[in-house]
């Protein structure tokens, strides 16, 4: 279908606010917790505004209230209340027992969930994020904690016990690296982030945390839980740019780990600003630009349903999301009709809203940007499908779905975060298969067929490409028990209930050599049980 108007402007959706989702008064963030104390801030702050218009009389941003604009004094105290709590490692955080560590972390997870609400509440705010996605994330996230808490017990109990080899008996367990910078994104402010922070916390690393510039004012209601779970200096928050408080803190080197979920730019950015970068952990979660295959014998009707997931919840701004659609070109039209017709009858609402799956986006500049790539593909050839692709409202604009793309068109070079998706059609799989390994990424893939003679060597093709194949399902992280990890520019460590404690930790052992002193002396360090690492002490 030729896309025969430019730009039409839509109603925007002026459903009155549910009484409980009501902002009836301001949010003015004043507190920070820096060395185990919440300080007041009486410095310069910035508003944070929400795009979600509360007006009943035309569009206006909604301001939410207001955060610390902190600098570089504020985060050198962080890092030294965190250098302190840390002490070269002979901290009480870090010499701590594992069950006084877990002990901590149930407290602290215990308190954060009378604060459901309210951070669900400022979810839907402050990132547009539909009422069941929010409640979600904050259902998700509070039982990431309790896995992680059951997962460093199993590791626990596996370490509790020494091998032999050799003459010389070991025994292993897993140590903290040190101070640990932790940045976490806008799109999942409060899952994201806690996939981070909370294993490198119960590994017994101290942290420095910033939120995302987007979904901020929902971690105030947390920072009392966290000051009162943990001893001072283990978790230090600030509110602020991340260059201001980021890079000032990088630059003296005393960083650790970096732990970051967001674009490659500003890893990098980040990155070459320790002086000894030989030295820095980088756990990262980076960009992706995760492509859909259809093959002939798809099944259409599963196909298109999954494609909508991948392409368009919470309106394609995920990591995981669908960013680029290959279709055969044996099915190309009949997956164009019924693809677009069904992003035409997605409901488009305020969060609260019953049954909403496009919600408006929390960037200010994000619709003018998708428009940007739809007039560029526009003007290079591509045609909208979809009847009301591309429609414009202060704060969202409809997905459009273009084809044909080609690879001049920045749609098809950029990870574009939003509801646009480019589709391209092909005849040989060399195709898509080369665009893949041409791409700067290699997160995952979504793979829709059924013939079993055709999928064994793409499968085994595409597993040396990405980290994760999706054989007739869209692209998504969870659950969190599985790896979460890609190739190249898309992600370096692995995040999962499992890897993240080790990629927040390090393998380190007390070694001695089988002989009579050596057997006697470590008897007795057991029995005396005095020391929290060399301990064969079972927690259940």
């Given amino acids: 279908m030729k896309h025969e108007k430019q730009i039409v402007i839509m109603e925007t959706a002026t459903t009155s606010i549910p009484e409980q989702y009501q902002i009836k008064e301001p949010i003015h963030q004043r507190t920070y917790l820096v060395n185990g104390e919440l300080r007041e801030w009486n410095g310069n702050t910035s508003e944070v505004v929400s795009t979600i218009s509360s007006s009943t009389e035309g569009y206006r941003p909604t301001v939410l209230g207001s955060i610390p604009d902190m600098g570089e004094p504020e985060a050198l105290d962080a890092l030294q209340a965190a250098m302190g709590a ?4 002979q901290g009480v955080w870090p010499t701590m027992k594992v069950k006084d560590r877990i002990e901590c972390m ?4 215990k308190k954060m969930e009378q604060k459901r609400e309210q951070v669900v509440k400022l979810l839907m705010w402050e990132i547009g994020k539909s009422k069941p996605d929010s409640y979600k994330e904050f259902d998700r996230t509070v039982e990431y ?63 420095i945390f910033k939120p995302a510039k987007h979904g901020v ?10 000051q009162s779970s943990f001893p001072k200096g283990v978790v230090n928050i600030l509110f602020g740019r991340g260059r201001a408080i980021a890079g000032p803190i990088m630059k003296t080197g005393k960083v650790d780990v970096l732990a970051l979920i967001g674009n490659s730019k500003s890893a990098n950015a980040l990155q070459n600003q320790h002086p000894k970068s030989n030295r820095l952990r980088l756990v990262l979660g980076l960009e992706a630009k995760n492509p859909a295959i259809i093959l002939p014998d798809a099944d259409l009707e599963l196909t298109v349903n999954e494609i909508i997931s991948g392409t368009l919840s919470y309106n394609g701004q995920r990591c995981t999301a669908l960013k680029v659609v290959y279709v055969h070109e044996d099915v190309r039209e009949e997956f164009l009709k019924r693809y677009s017709e069904k992003v035409d009858s997605l409901k488009f609402g305020n969060p609260w ?47 459009a779905v273009l084809y ?119 008897e007795q360090l057991l029995e005396a049980k005095v020391s929290n690492f060399l301990s064969t002490d079972y927690i259940l």
């Fill in 86 to 89: 840390y002490d070269r490692g």
């Fill in 145 to 207: 904690i309790h896995d992680t808490i059951e997962e460093y017990k199993q590791l626990d109990r596996d370490s509790a016990k020494f091998h032999k080899h050799d003459g010389v008996y070991a025994h292993i367990r897993r140590g903290p690296l040190g101070i640990v910078l932790c940045l976490g994104p806008y799109n999942y402010p409060l899952n994201e982030t806690f996939t981070l922070l909370i294993p490198a916390i119960i590994m017994g690393n101290t942290t």
């Fill in 404 to 522: 044909p793309v080609t690879k001049d068109m920045r749609v098809y070079q950029e990870e574009q975060f939003g509801p646009i998706i480019p589709v391209l059609s092909f005849k040989d799989i060399k195709e898509p298969l080369n665009d893949m390994a041409e791409s700067n990424y290699g997160q995952q893939v979504s793979l829709f067929g059924k013939d079993v003679y055709t999928l064994s060597p793409l499968i085994d093709t595409l597993v040396n490409l990405v980290c994760r194949v999706n054989l007739n399902s869209s692209c998504q992280r969870g659950p969190d028990v599985y790896p979460f990890t890609g190739r190249k520019d898309s992600a370096q460590a692995t995040l999962s209930v499992h890897d993240a404690l080790r990629s927040f930790s390090i393998r380190t052992f007390v070694a001695f050599k089988d002989n009579e002193l050596n057997n006697a002396t470590v």
């Fill in 106 to 109: 149930e407290a602290f997870v």
């Fill in 217 to 226: 004012l929902l971690i105030g209601p947390l920072l009392e839980a966290f």
């Fill in 353 to 399: 809203d019953e049954g909403v799956h496009l919600t408006p986006l929390p960037e200010p500049g994000k619709p003018d940007y998708i428009k940007e790539l739809l007039d560029d593909a526009v003007q290079k050839g591509a045609q909208v499908q979809n009847r009301k692709g591309g429609e414009i409202t202060d704060n969202f604009i409809w997905p």
